[in-house]
């Protein structure tokens, strides 16, 4: 048990680091708790919804306080708003809430307390496994991957390792990894994890969410008998103190995935995609490899990398994601939200016209590669997540005809709760060792 907390731990606090933009959960003494009136927060296209609020200060539901509240699509204008005055138990907001076609309805609602404003969420999902993308598929887009990985496939992966026994210790093995990418001088950099004692065992490449950071490994996973490799994307090294990433990230890769957004084989996400297929063929060069047990996992951009990678190479026999990126980019086009980054909001006037741009997406959207993942897969997220909103993560999650275990938590955000990220562990461990 001690060694499965351990790993529980380390593996949480890796996927934390790899999310995006997280949003918090607050531990305000005010909260205020939106309620849909179905159980599962699910309806059929067409039914109507309802939602209740209550306020509560230090647990205790408080009379008079002033409640303002949106209803509509997320990310969306609201359809439905008001002003109530909450009564010191549940009071209704808005009336006959509903969608004529699959998507997701948003009820908000803030108060003032003290002169401090709080707020709170809760998302309704109308028929969400009917939704539909509103990306197009290229005609070319698998001649385009797959003239891409031959021309990767030609570069020498010059692979260099560094020891790091500050991080090892008498069970594994720790280095940081250089390996040359998809063109003679680039690179992607990770953190590789191996159990000393002599043998073979299964992998796991870990996909980061987006960001600049460093990475430490998961060393908890390879004391149990696996293979890591946690990679980044950006090709620098991934042991730097945090501050050089903290500039970088505040400068010369500030808004890097919309970097070269207008040509489809300079962009930003190009050298991604093609740098975790390179990090299957290092994994795959390793003489303690089983040479078959492989699995991918991240969250947010990890999410959608885990997909992707799971597209791209079918060398991966299993795929966990956690609320995908990178997911139906043109919803806004469409009068419905995208997927992270939102290029395509109202707010981007330079993006949301430019046919180039939107002609390019649709080569990096996850939707197009949701359509051939042909292996098992762990999905994890929330409806009340706005950073990757759950109609643009449903529009490719629906294209996926591989078996897939959905553990649907309604309200949760751009974040997990414990039993998720237990959820996803005890899966991997099975697929990868049979436990």
């Known amino acids: ?20 933009f997280a949003q918090s959960r607050t531990f305000d003494p005010v909260q205020v708790l939106i309620s849909p009136n179905k159980a599962d927060w699910t309806y059929q296209v067409g039914e109507k919804a309802s939602f209740t609020v209550t306020v509560l200060a230090h647990q205790v539901p408080i009379e008079g306080a002033e409640v303002h509240y949106e209803i509509g699509l997320e990310k969306m204008l609201p359809t439905q708003q008001g002003t109530i005055k909450s009564n010191g138990t549940s009071t209704m907001l808005g009336k006959d809430a509903t969608l004529e076609e699959p998507g997701f309805l948003r009820c908000q609602a803030w108060v003032k307390v003290d002169g401090k404003e709080y707020r709170g969420i809760a998302t309704a999902a109308f028929s969400p496994l009917n939704i539909k993308p509103t990306q197009t598929l290229p005609h070319d887009f698998q001649e385009f991957w797959t003239n891409a990985k031959e021309e990767a496939a030609k570069i020498p992966m010059d692979t260099k390792l560094t020891f790091l026994p500050e991080r090892s210790n008498e069970k594994v093995d720790v280095y940081q990894v250089s390996i040359q990418n998809y063109e003679l001088g680039a690179r992607v950099y990770g953190i590789l994890a191996k159990p000393k004692t002599e043998g073979k065992y299964p992998a796991l490449l870990q996909v980061p969410g987006a960001g600049i950071r460093p990475y430490q490994g998961n060393i908890a996973l390879a004391e149990q008998g696996v293979i890591t490799l946690e990679i980044g994307i950006h090709g620098i090294p991934v042991t730097y103190e945090k501050e050089l990433y903290n500039n970088l990230s505040g400068g010369a890769l500030r808004g890097y995935n919309y970097f070269n957004l207008d040509d489809r084989d ?12 390179r990090a299957i063929d290092y994994i795959f060069s390793l003489e303690e490899f089983d040479g078959s047990n492989l699995a991918v996992y991240g969250g947010s951009q990890g999410g959608a990398l885990s997909i992707v990678t799971a597209a791209l190479d079918s060398r991966v026999k299993h795929l966990a994601s956690f609320y995908p990126a990178l997911s139906d980019l043109t919803g806004y086009l469409h009068g419905r939200a995208g997927g992270w980054p939102h290029m395509f909001t109202q707010g981007n006037a330079s993006y949301l016209k430019k046919e180039d741009k939107i002609n390019v997406s649709a080569y990096y959207d996850v939707v197009n590669f949701a359509r051939s993942v042909k292996v098992p897969g762990f999905y994890s997220w929330g409806y009340n997540d706005e950073t990757c909103p759950p ?13 897939k275990d959905l553990y649907l938590v309604q309200e949760t955000g751009h974040w997990t709760y414990p039993l998720q990220r237990e959820k996803v562990n005890e899966w991997l461990l099975k697929q990868l060792k049979g436990n």
Do not use: D, E, F, W
């Open 1 to 20: 048990m001690k060694k499965l907390s351990s790993l529980l731990c380390v593996l949480y606090l890796t996927l934390l680091s790899g999310t995006l």
């Open 266 to 277: 300079k962009y930003y996400y190009k050298r991604v995609y093609l740098g975790c297929v």
């Open 391 to 403: 109609t643009s993560i449903y529009a490719a999650y629906n294209l996926i005809q591989a078996p």
